[in-house]
């Protein structure tokens, strides 16, 4: 099965993430007002951001599905990380806007306190959320989605924003009413820091940005390989899902190009049998 197909599978979570979404957000800011808990309606605020992140997504991996065209020659695997990276943005302002609501509320000390029914359903949507979280992982490992893992980990922090309004509205009913608007402050910063850790992966992968321990790894594989004589440098960039990898090797400078060719096809195979890389250009120099 192609990268292609892979991708096509992936739309199935974005679809799951969208539903799931949709429905816990309009119940949660529902349940929120008539309730009176600031922690809630953070929470289904969160929730709505996710709508639209989740709708980033689902757009990144079918443009991504687009084959290689005379602008693209590598294909479209990008747009998935350019959707993370919508999807952090957006993310972002919600969060910095829930800690400003509910930041002023408790300098202000207007607080109350909510309904016991607003905890039940932070609860309710924080297994929703874990069971959503357990199937986008699995399937983004299945189908190597950077954007679709982007969106499991997002699921995940959804389900503990859920529980620490749980627990916020939860401490209120006890007459410690800050605790519900200090639950929605703390859910709009695990918002913020979501994002954040979203786009600080996004902007390394655009920037061909490389994991340097990986880059260490393989050169210790290709200086075993038989007929390479010294590794020169090996330099590597995702596009996408796809890691990219140009190396520069050393050989005997008596060998014939049928010879040479066939210590870059050992090191193509060793390359996809353990680590899983694909695409490599490998540049032959002679040793001296």
């Known amino acids: 099965m192609d990268h292609a197909d892979n991708l096509k599978k992936g739309e199935k979570g974005a679809w799951i993430s969208i539903g799931a979404y949709i429905l816990l957000s309009v119940v949660k800011l529902i349940v929120a007002y008539t ?9 289904g605020l969160n929730n709505s951001t996710d709508v639209i992140a989740s709708i980033a997504v689902l757009v990144g991996l079918k443009i991504s599905r687009k084959p290689p065209d005379e602008n693209h020659h590598y294909g479209h695997y990008r747009a998935e990380t350019v959707a993370s990276m919508f999807a ?8 910095f806007q829930v800690i400003i609501d509910t930041f002023g ?44 893992y982007a969106a499991a980990q997002d699921n995940r922090s959804d389900a503990l924003v859920s529980i620490g309004a749980f627990i916020g509205i939860f401490g209120a009913q006890f007459g410690v009413f800050w605790l519900d608007p200090m639950a929605g402050f703390i859910v709009g ?8 850790d979203i786009f600080k992966d996004s902007t390394h992968t655009l ?42 090797i050393l050989v005997n400078p008596e060998l014939n190009v049928r010879e040479g060719h066939a210590i870059t096809e050992k090191i193509e195979t060793l390359l ?4 899983n890389i694909t ?4 540049h032959i120099e002679p040793y001296e």
């Open 35 to 43: 309730g009176n808990s600031e922690a809630l309606r953070a929470d």
């Open 88 to 95: 952090a943005f957006i993310m972002m302002m919600v969060g």
């Open 105 to 148: 509320k408790i300098v202000t000390h207007e607080t109350s306190e909510p309904n016991m029914l607003t905890a039940w359903t932070a609860l309710g949507g924080a297994i929703v959320m874990y069971f959503v979280y357990r199937y986008n992982k699995s399937l983004s490992e299945k189908v190597g989605s950077s954007s679709l």
């Open 189 to 196: 910063i695990i918002i913020c820091k979501t994002a954040w």
């Open 207 to 248: 920037t061909d940005g490389f994991d340097e321990k990986q880059i260490d790894k393989i050169k210790e594989s290709i200086v075993k390989v038989q007929g390479v004589k010294k590794v020169v440098d090996v330099k590597g960039r995702i596009h996408g899902n796809y890691e990219f990898i140009d190396i520069t």
């Open 272 to 275: 996809w049998k353990k680590h």
């Open 279 to 282: 695409h490599a250009q490998i």
